[in-house]
């Protein structure tokens, strides 16, 4: 079977989830907002909302730990975090696609993110989906 980048972002949140499980909440999370870390590769990273929405790691951007991120909306003004969070607390994990600017590339690319709830807390990893 051919591998998909999505299959990376999942297998990325399932081994987050083991560190998280393994180490406990706190030191996880500080690991999966540490941008030398070990869930930091290339373009992936973990990212992990608690289940109201708020930011609690972030790999490329510890700036954003601690800020609410339930309304935030991609480029073409979908409240996607908020299905993130629909999809995880009823379902418990899943798939959400949204719109995402990607810095190298300097412009709006679609990305695929796929989420986990482990505890109180969802894990997340989103990869885009146009590399050309």
């Given at each position: 079977m051919e591998e998909r980048p999505e299959d990376y972002a999942k297998y990325w949140v399932e081994q987050a989830i083991k560190f998280y499980k393994a180490v406990g909440k706190q030191v996880a999370l500080a690991e999966f907002s540490?941008?030398?870390?070990m869930f930091i590769q290339g373009e992936m990273y973990i990212f992990v909302l608690s289940s109201t929405g708020t930011m609690l790691a972030h790999g490329v951007n510890e700036r954003f730990v601690g800020i609410d991120f339930s309304d935030v909306k991609d480029s073409d003004g979908?409240?996607?975090?908020?299905?993130?969070?629909?999809?995880?607390?009823?379902k418990g994990s899943g798939w959400v696609e949204y719109k995402w600017y990607h810095p190298r590339r300097n412009r709006v690319l679609?990305?695929?993110?796929?989420?986990?709830?482990?505890?109180?807390v969802i894990?997340?990893?989103?990869?885009?989906?146009?590399?050309?």
């Open positions: 540490n941008p030398n870390g979908k409240s996607f975090n908020t299905e993130i969070m629909a999809a995880a607390n009823s679609p990305k695929k993110a796929y989420f986990e709830k482990v505890e109180d894990v997340c990893s989103a990869i885009y989906l146009d590399e050309d």
